[in-house]
């Protein structure tokens, strides 16, 4: 049973649009959650993170919202470009532990 | 500063075979996670290394190994390979208490035939 679910597996968004990617989970112990990038060939970079304390991360064009009670969260990206087409990771970590629990992945498509 | 390397980036085996796989993390990283990426999956956790002990464990069978050495490099050991062992293994490397932030590896894809 997957405790992160990216429930959209795909997704495409026209260049300079906002890209909104969902992540819910199902353990209400998380209380820190990362999004990752993953380009072809490379290895998954960090993007942004948040924290359960917080409701909203913001980084440049990236913004993290997270709903504890929903036990979603979502990345936001505008305007988006077409270097920010990529699999987009979401990622958990409970209190307790030292590892984080990874998403299938949402693979997005910035269209020019 | 050099990143993550993992060598070879691609492996063909049969099942049965044994392969083992090897992960140089960035230098001054002490901690070392292995990974499996499969579609569908996305990235499902192996076991974590830190000053050549194994400190986490995912919920992989016992065919499934590693080992760290002193200089923080780090192999995983598939023994008795199956076809659904097909996959892109990443190795991840942090400073201690840093996994929020690890870096990953470009990864190895391997295909059993």
């Known amino acids: 049973d997957q405790q992160v679910k990216q429930n959209s597996p795909s997704l495409s968004v026209q260049e300079g649009r906002i890209s909104i990617l969902n992540c819910d989970y199902t353990n209400s112990m998380f209380d820190y959650f990362l999004w990752y990038k993953k380009y072809p060939a490379e290895g998954p970079t960090f993007l942004i993170s948040i924290s359960s304390i917080k409701d909203k991360n913001e980084d440049g064009r990236f913004t993290v919202f997270l709903n504890k009670s929903a036990k979603h969260l979502s990345l936001h990206i505008v305007p988006s470009q077409p270097g920010d087409s990529a699999v987009y990771f979401c990622a958990a970590r409970d209190n307790y532990g030292q590892n984080f629990v990874f998403g299938p992945g949402t693979r997005l498509s910035v269209l020019p | 500063k050099a990143g993550v390397t993992q060598t070879p980036r691609y492996l063909i085996k049969t099942r049965g075979q044994q392969v083992t796989l090897s992960c140089s993390p960035i230098?001054?990283?002490?901690?070392v996670s292995w990974y499996q990426q499969t579609p569908g999956q996305g990235l499902q956790f192996l076991f974590e290394?830190?000053?050549?002990?194994?400190?986490n464990k995912g919920n992989f069978p016992g065919r499934f190994s590693g080992r760290q050495f002193s200089n923080s490099r780090s192999e995983m050991n598939v023994s008795t390979l199956e076809l659904g062992d097909s996959a892109l293994y990443l190795c991840?490397?942090?400073?201690?208490?840093?996994?929020?932030?690890?870096?990953f590896g470009p990864g190895t894809r391997l295909l059993v035939l």
């Open positions: 290394y830190f000053s050549e002990t194994q400190r």
């Open positions: 230098s001054g990283h002490r901690s």
């Open positions: 991840a490397s942090s400073l201690e208490g840093q996994q929020e932030t690890q870096y």
